[in-house]
C-alpha cells in the first residue's frame, strides 16, 4: 500500500515539485517500509509538538530501496524508515544513508543497536525467540537455540520459512556468534526435528501449535502479543534462551531509520530522528507494534513488560547484513525451505 500523508499526487510530479522548491525547513519526508497505522500517529505528534510537517510514503523496504536507487540525487527523501537490521545495512552499503554525528543518538541508541558508521539507528527493539505450548511444554525444557536440534524436539519443532529477512538475519547473528560450521549444523538439527514444512508467517506457526501440530517455535515478540490481544486464553508463553552462556543471549532486531544521500532537509531529519530516540517519543514509537524501546531510559508498556526480562545478544545487528547472504547460502545448504 502506497500512501501520502497530505493532498497526494503523482510521484513523479511530487519529487520533481520537491527537488525544485526551496528547502524548507518545516517538513520532511519519510519513506517508510513500517504501516501507515503504525507511524501516522508518531508523525502527527511530532507536527504538533514542532510545527514540522511530514509527507510520507510507505511500501515494502524492497520497493522503496529501489526507488531511492532509482531517484539518486532527485529523491524528496529525507528519512529511511524500515524494519529489520538487515535491510538497513542493505540500504547503508548501497550508499542510500549518510553518517550522521550526533551525540544525542548515541547517547539515547546502544552502541549494539545502530550501525557502525553511524548511518542508520534503532528506534524500537523486538526479540526473536522460542514460544511453546503452554499444555506439554515446561519451561525448564528449554535452554538454547541450538538445543531445540536435541532429540527431545524431534517432530515437535515449527519455524517460519527462511525466505524471511527475520530468520536470514538469525541465522546471520548466529554466524556471527558461533561461526558458520556449528550453526550449520545447528539449523540441520532443526530441520531434523520440524514436525511440518516452515510456515509463511509467525502467527500460522503458533496457531499450528494451539492445534497440536508441534510444541514449540521461534516467532518476534509482538506476534506473540497480537495473538494474545486476539485470544487472552492463549495456550502459549515465551522462553528467552540463551541465559546461561557467557557473551549470549536473546537474538534481537531493530525496527529503524536514517537520513538519506540525498536529504533536502538533512538537519531537520537529525532532528526527528533525535526526537524519535528520546524518552518522550519511545514509547509512541515502540507501543505501535508492541516491541520494546531501544533508549534503555524507558521502559516497556505494561503489556510487554509482563511478558518478562531478558539479556539480549551483544552482538552489532551490523552483522545482520554483512553475514545475511552466507546466511541463505547456509539455510539452502541445510535444506531449510
Same mark, same amino acid.
Given at each position: 500500500?502506497?500512501?501520502?500523508?497530505?493532498?497526494?499526487?503523482?510521484?513523479? =510530479?511530487?519529487?520533481?515539485?520537491?527537488?525544485?522548491?526551496?528547502?524548507?525547513?518545516?517538513?520532511?519526508?519519510?519513506?517508510?517500509?513500517?504501516?501507515?497505522?503504525?507511524?501516522?500517529?508518531?508523525?502527527?505528534?511530532?507536527?504538533?509538538? /514542532?510545527?514540522?510537517?511530514?509527507?510520507?510514503? /510507505?511500501?515494502?523496504?524492497?520497493?522503496?530501496?529501489?526507488?531511492?536507487?532509482?531517484?539518486?540525487?532527485?529523491?524528496?527523501?529525507?528519512?529511511?524508515? /524500515?524494519?529489520?537490521?538487515?535491510?538497513?545495512?542493505?540500504?547503508?552499503?548501497?550508499?542510500?544513508?549518510?553518517?550522521?554525528?550526533?551525540?544525542?543518538?548515541?547517547?539515547?541508541?546502544?552502541?549494539?543497536?545502530?550501525?557502525?558508521?553511524?548511518?542508520?539507528?534503532?528506534?524500537?527493539?523486538?526479540?526473536?525467540?522460542?514460544?511453546?505450548?503452554?499444555?506439554?511444554?515446561?519451561?525448564?525444557?528449554?535452554?538454547?537455540?541450538?538445543?531445540?536440534?536435541?532429540?527431545?524436539?524431534?517432530?515437535?519443532?515449527?519455524?517460519?520459512?527462511?525466505?524471511?529477512?527475520?530468520?536470514?538475519?538469525?541465522?546471520?547473528?548466529?554466524?556471527?556468534?558461533?561461526?558458520?560450521?556449528?550453526?550449520?549444523?545447528?539449523?540441520?538439527?532443526?530441520?531434523?526435528?520440524?514436525?511440518?514444512?516452515?510456515?509463511?508467517?509467525?502467527?500460522?506457526?503458533?496457531?499450528?501449535?494451539?492445534?497440536?501440530?508441534?510444541?514449540? =517455535?521461534?516467532?518476534?515478540?509482538?506476534?506473540?502479543?497480537?495473538?494474545?490481544?486476539?485470544?487472552?486464553?492463549?495456550?502459549?508463553?515465551?522462553?528467552?534462551?540463551?541465559?546461561?552462556?557467557?557473551?549470549?543471549?536473546?537474538?534481537?532486531?531493530?525496527?529503524?531509520?536514517?537520513?538519506?544521500?540525498?536529504?533536502?532537509?538533512?538537519?531537520?531529519?537529525?532532528?526527528?530522528?533525535?526526537?524519535?530516540?528520546?524518552?518522550?517519543?519511545?514509547?509512541?514509537?515502540?507501543?505501535?507494534?508492541?516491541?520494546?524501546?531501544?533508549?534503555?531510559?524507558?521502559?516497556?508498556?505494561?503489556?510487554?513488560?509482563?511478558?518478562?526480562?531478558?539479556?539480549?545478544?551483544?552482538?552489532?545487528?551490523?552483522?545482520?547484513?554483512?553475514?545475511?547472504?552466507?546466511?541463505?547460502?547456509?539455510?539452502?545448504?541445510?535444506?531449510?525451505?
Amino acid at each position: 500500500m502506497k500512501s501520502f500523508r497530505t493532498i497526494a499526487f503523482l510521484a513523479g =510530479a511530487f519529487a520533481s515539485l520537491v527537488c525544485s522548491a526551496p528547502a524548507f525547513a518545516d517538513e520532511l519526508v519519510v519513506y517508510s517500509a513500517r504501516n501507515e497505522h503504525l507511524i501516522q500517529p508518531i508523525f502527527d505528534a511530532y507536527t504538533k509538538q /514542532t510545527g514540522v510537517e511530514i509527507k510520507y510514503i /510507505t511500501d515494502k523496504e524492497g520497493p522503496l530501496l529501489q526507488r531511492l536507487l532509482a531517484e539518486g540525487k532527485n529523491t524528496p527523501a529525507d528519512l529511511l524508515i /524500515t524494519v529489520d537490521a538487515g535491510n538497513l545495512w542493505h540500504a547503508a552499503s548501497e550508499g542510500l544513508l549518510q553518517p550522521v554525528d550526533s551525540q544525542i543518538l548515541k547517547e539515547n541508541i546502544p552502541a549494539n543497536l545502530r550501525d557502525e558508521q553511524d548511518r542508520w539507528f534503532g528506534l524500537s527493539l523486538r526479540a526473536r525467540t522460542i514460544v511453546y505450548s503452554t499444555e506439554r511444554v515446561k519451561p525448564e525444557q528449554l535452554s538454547t537455540y541450538a538445543a531445540l536440534g536435541d532429540e527431545a524436539w524431534k517432530g515437535r519443532l515449527l519455524l517460519r520459512t527462511s525466505k524471511k529477512v527475520y530468520n536470514q538475519s538469525l541465522v546471520a547473528m548466529m554466524i556471527a556468534e558461533y561461526g558458520e560450521e556449528q550453526t550449520e549444523q545447528i539449523v540441520r538439527s532443526w530441520v531434523a526435528n520440524l514436525a511440518a514444512a516452515p510456515f509463511s508467517n509467525d502467527t500460522q506457526a503458533m496457531e499450528a501449535i494451539v492445534a497440536g501440530q508441534g510444541d514449540v =517455535a521461534i516467532v518476534n515478540t509482538y506476534y506473540f502479543g497480537r495473538l494474545l490481544r486476539k485470544q487472552p486464553d492463549l495456550k502459549l508463553a515465551l522462553f528467552w534462551p540463551n541465559q546461561e552462556q557467557a557473551g549470549s543471549g536473546v537474538h534481537v532486531n531493530v525496527s529503524g531509520a536514517g537520513v538519506t544521500r540525498y536529504a533536502k532537509h538533512p538537519e531537520a531529519a537529525v532532528k526527528f530522528l533525535e526526537w524519535l530516540s528520546s524518552e518522550q517519543a519511545q514509547n509512541l514509537f515502540a507501543d505501535a507494534n508492541l516491541e520494546y524501546p531501544v533508549n534503555p531510559k524507558v521502559a516497556p508498556n505494561a503489556e510487554v513488560a509482563a511478558w518478562g526480562t531478558f539479556v539480549p545478544s551483544p552482538f552489532n545487528l551490523t552483522q545482520a547484513g554483512k553475514l545475511q547472504e552466507q546466511a541463505m547460502r547456509l539455510m539452502d545448504r541445510a535444506g531449510y525451505r
